[in-house]
């Protein structure tokens, strides 16, 4: 499936605005466990709420985990490392690494509207506990958006693209998520968008996912996504999931968590 990213257009991008806290905005937001959300923070609490607890709230450090078996980065530093080489390539600072040869058109036709300023890459927003916009390091911000890259096709039309490496299988709705709510980023940031698409470039499996809606239907997912992380944000009490599938990458599961299920 070709991106749409590789249409052209002239016109340049919106930009979202920013404003001043409102008190009551802090008051709540002080009053909150978890002060600061993300949409990973988000699937960690859901996937167990007790290790949120033991990452955000107990502070417990991370143990050193061995490599895998014929591995010699682990699956995270690997994403990591590629995403870095990928926005590297479009900013014109290295080449594309190997493991998205795939995609040298689509991160070709990236490049090409980033050098046109059409593009932004790893955007930090920030986000009111109101879903107001503010800066990513701001006393109020709440949420934090940080997608891998957006295109503004139009001044009403923008495209949403986050890479993916490892699986795609069984990952389909953790990763649907994830860009229903950077558009709904895009459409608070910039009012003037009417149309956003969102693409899933899945590197591994040389697959491109692409969806598209009108802002009126991204809107739509705003009060789940509120309630969700708002639900984070207020817990007072963290049940482990103490499963063999929630513990499989926790890792706190040996020797740290008394839940743990291995």
């Not at 050193?64 to 490392?81: F, I, Q, V, Y």
């Not at 995403?83 to 594309?96: A, I, N, S, T, W």
């Not at 591994?204 to 598209?212: F, I, M, N, P, V």
Request: glycine letters at 6%; aromatic letters at 10%; hydrophobic letters at 35%.
């Amino acid at each position: 499936t070709p991106s749409v990213a590789g249409q052209r257009n002239p016109d340049r991008q919106g930009r979202g605005t920013s404003h001043p806290p409102d008190q009551l905005t802090m008051s709540a937001q002080n009053n909150f466990t978890i002060k600061k959300v993300s949409f990973s923070r988000l699937a960690e609490f859901e996937n167990c709420a007790w290790a949120t607890k033991l990452k955000l709230i107990d502070r417990v450090p991370e143990p050193e985990r061995p490599l895998p078996p014929g591995k010699t980065e682990h699956a995270n530093d690997r994403g990591s490392r590629i995403h870095d080489e990928c926005e590297k390539f479009v900013r014109g600072q290295g080449p594309l690494p190997r493991e998205a040869k795939e995609f040298a058109q689509h991160f070709d036709a990236l490049k090409g509207h980033f050098d046109a300023g059409r593009a932004s890459l790893e955007g930090e927003w920030g986000f009111t506990v109101d879903w107001e916009p503010c800066d990513y390091n701001a006393p109020e911000v709440w949420l934090r958006v940080k997608a891998d890259a957006v295109v503004w096709l139009s001044k009403k039309r923008a495209v949403v693209i986050d890479y993916k490496t490892g699986r795609k299988f069984g990952n389909e709705i953790k990763h649907a998520e994830q860009v229903q709510l950077y558009a709904m980023a895009v459409m608070i940031r910039c009012p003037d968008v009417e149309v956003i698409d969102v693409e899933l470039w899945y590197l591994d499996q040389d697959e491109l996912t692409h969806a598209q809606k009108p802002t009126t239907k991204w809107i739509r997912h705003l009060k789940p996504f509120d309630a969700r992380f708002k639900r984070m944000s207020t817990a007072k009490t963290f049940k482990p999931a103490a499963n063999k599938i929630s513990c499989r990458w926790c890792p706190y599961r040996e020797g740290i968590c008394p839940h743990a299920v291995i």
